[in-house]
C-alpha cells in the first residue's frame, strides 16, 4: 500500500518546506523552528539569537538566550523540546541536566521573572487594544 503524494520526487522543489515534511515523513529542520523561536520571544528578553558557533542541524539547534535579568543560557532544541544546556553564550555542558520544556514560553518563564512580566505587559497592551477597537 503506497502513500498518496501530490509532488513528484522531481517537484520536490517546487513543493513547500512543511509539504515536503508531510509528504515524506520528515522531522523539521530545527534551524528553521529555532528561527521561529526566536522571533516570538524577542521581546521579552535582552537578547536572543540562534547559535551560529555550535552545528545545528534538522534534528537539533542551539539558541543564545540573554535574560532581562542579565543571565545568558545555550538553549538546545529538539522534538523533545527546549532545555538549558549551558550557563553562557554557545557553551554546552554535557554534565547538566535539565529538564526539556515543550515550548519556549515555559522554559523563560521558568528562568526569568522579568520575562513573565513582559509577557503579561504585552498581553495587557494587546487586550487594552482589542477593547478599544471593540467599542
Known amino acids: ?12 522543489s517546487k513543493c513547500s518546506y512543511e ?5 515524506l515523513g520528515e522531522v523539521k529542520d530545527m534551524r528553521l523552528e529555532a528561527e521561529a523561536v526566536v522571533n516570538d520571544v524577542l521581546f521579552a528578553v535582552t537578547d536572543m539569537r540562534v547559535s551560529h558557533s555550535l552545528s545545528s542541524g534538522l534534528d537539533v539547534a542551539y539558541i543564545n538566550v540573554e535574560t532581562r535579568e542579565g543571565q545568558r543560557y545555550c538553549l538546545e532544541l529538539t522534538e523533545a ?14 554534565g547538566l541536566s535539565s529538564q526539556y520544556h515543550e515550548t519556549v514560553y515555559s522554559l523563560l518563564d521558568s528562568l526569568s521573572p522579568g520575562y513573565r512580566e513582559a509577557f503579561g505587559n504585552a ?9 478599544q477597537n471593540g467599542q
Open 123 to 131: 498581553l495587557l497592551q494587546r487586550l487594552e487594544r482589542l477593547k
Open 19 to 23: 509539504e515536503r515534511c508531510v509528504e
Open 1 to 12: 500500500m503506497g502513500m498518496e503524494v501530490d509532488c513528484t520526487p522531481e517537484d520536490l
Open 81 to 94: 523540546g527546549l532545555r538549558v544546556v549551558g550557563h553562557g553564550f554557545d557553551q554546552v555542558d554535557e
